[in-house]
């Protein structure tokens, strides 16, 4: 293990440094436009001094407005959930309508308000399940579209991202249909689950012309607090071990930039700059029979320390392996999994990610066997060089006899709304209006 290397770009020795980001995060006073609008950053919380002292600065709200959206870098909180749609618009005017009512909903279900009140012999305008003043919650909705929506409207087919493709099995995997792909996903986190369904609830009532919800997935992740010296350490999966050690740090701008978000330099349409590509895919755990496996053995596995999350060479959850000094895997297997998904070599630079799991619990399997697994989502700039590249060096690991992934879906993030009037997806209907003629 090499102790240089502690806090050199990992989220986990980020955290060490900033308290109090997570979960119950709601840190100072916030702005309508995100400090991403200036740059490809994460959208912090701002510092008191860029905040507002008008009325429409919040605790707990994300700034809606920037450049990129919200919910890639940042911090994960303790709910989060997918919905997948399929899209019935048939024209760039169709999706138009459906991009600006997204859009205006998803401000005002993360910016949080009063509930209009309307006449009681009208059904009411919103589920109530939060009460009549709706707290955003750390809420954060993240627009991804699926290769569906391209390859299904002649109009939209050139424009759509050069690896965005249909996800295809791996060899471990025994994917279900009618939980895979879609037209547009979106993606919802906030510090409660009853947050996120009263966010997909409003999305479904409001837009029941343009949208069809054909599955959804939910998760969570353990809050874990600071410690009394300040340091944090990742939660852990439904396997016993922290998740999220060796995740790129995401308030890192240049590595964000170099992993994650879509720049001019990449090979890919000028409107989708800004976005990334989201995998996703719904693994379930075998966690009867990993709870029976010797504890060394689930170590070699993972390849790293249960208890405390460090690599196998020692140290802390923060310090980095030092593959190097062990090349036959005396020490960590060559296959263990850690070491598959990054060698660490000068090569797989190109091959990180940044990772944004849940824990997930569907009750149990008709054999009496409990449903529970990691609904694992990344971000990439690359999808091929990202998230398949990596899950082509995991197939056939060890892992596996433990796993079994049912569902998920590949999907482009779209470029945030950096100004108030723009509205999420507008680069894109701009683009297919240039190759096609959009009434006015
Ligand atoms: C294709 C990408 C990956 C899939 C799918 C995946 C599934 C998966 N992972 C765990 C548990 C852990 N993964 C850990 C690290 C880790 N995993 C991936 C990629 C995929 N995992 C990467 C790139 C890394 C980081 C490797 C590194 O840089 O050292 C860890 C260790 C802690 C950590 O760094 O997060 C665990 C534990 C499960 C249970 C799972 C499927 C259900
Ligand atoms: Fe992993």
């Not at 000028?270 to 496996?293: L, M």
């Not at 070599?345 to 990610?353: G, H, I």
Request: with cysteine; aromatic share 6%; net charge neutral.
């Amino acid at each position: 293990m090499t102790k240089m290397a502690r806090n050199n770009g990992t989220s986990l020795g980020r955290r060490r440094l900033i308290l109090g980001l997570g979960a119950g995060l709601g840190g100072s006073v916030v702005a309508r436009v995100s400090p991403a609008a200036e740059g490809q950053g994460p959208a912090h919380p701002p510092h008191v001094a860029d905040a507002p002292t008008g009325h429409e600065a919040r605790q707990d709200a994300w700034p809606f407005y920037g450049k990129v959206q919200q919910g890639v870098v940042t911090p994960r909180p303790a709910s989060g959930m997918v919905a997948a749609f399929s899209v019935l618009a048939k024209t760039p005017k169709d999706l138009e309508a459906m991009f600006r009512l997204l859009t205006e909903r998803i401000l005002f279900l993360t910016q949080g308000g009063a509930v209009p009140e309307l006449d009681p012999r009208l059904p009411p305008p919103d589920s109530g399940i939060l009460g009549p003043l709706i707290a955003p919650a750390n809420l954060t909705i993240t627009v991804s579209l699926g290769s569906s929506l391209f390859d299904d409207r002649e109009w939209l087919t050139p424009h759509k991202p050069k690896r965005l493709q249909r996800m295809t099995k791996f060899r471990n995997d025994a994917l279900s249909a009618d939980i895979c792909h879609g037209d547009m996903l979106l993606q919802f986190c906030a510090n409660t689950p009853d947050t996120n369904i009263h966010a997909l609830r409003d999305i479904l009532k409001t837009m029941s012309a343009h949208l069809v919800l054909r599955w959804k997935q939910e998760g969570n992740v353990p809050v874990v607090p600071p410690k009394p010296d300040g340091s944090t350490e990742s939660a852990r999966n439904f396997l016993g071990f922290r998740d999220g050690s060796a995740n790129p740090d995401s308030n890192d701008v240049d590595l964000m930039a170099e992993t994650v978000w879509v720049g001019a330099e990449r090979d890919e349409p000028e409107w989708a700059r800004n976005g990334t590509y989201q995998a996703v895919r719904i693994i379930r755990n075998f966690v009867e029979r990993w709870d029976r496996t010797p504890l060394r053995e689930q170590e070699r596995i993972i390849g790293r320390n249960k208890a405390s999350g460090a690599p196998l060479d020692g140290g802390t959850e923060a310090d980095v392996p030092a593959y190097d000094k062990d090349p036959d895997g005396k020490i960590t297997p060559l296959d263990a999994h850690i070491r598959l998904a990054n060698p660490r070599t000068p090569e797989s630079r190109k091959n990180l990610m940044l990772r944004r799991p849940f824990n997930y619990s569907n009750g149990v399997t008709k054999s009496g066997q409990l449903d529970q697994g990691l609904l694992f989502i990344s971000f990439q700039a690359d999808l091929e060089e990202g998230f398949i590249a990596v899950q082509r060096r995991l197939d056939g690991e060890p892992l596996e006899e433990y796993l079994k992934p049912v569902g998920g879906g590949y999907f482009y993030v779209l470029p945030g709304a950096p100004m108030p009037d723009n509205y999420l997806g507008e680069t894109l209907i701009r683009a297919a209006c240039r190759t096609t003629a959009c009434p006015t």
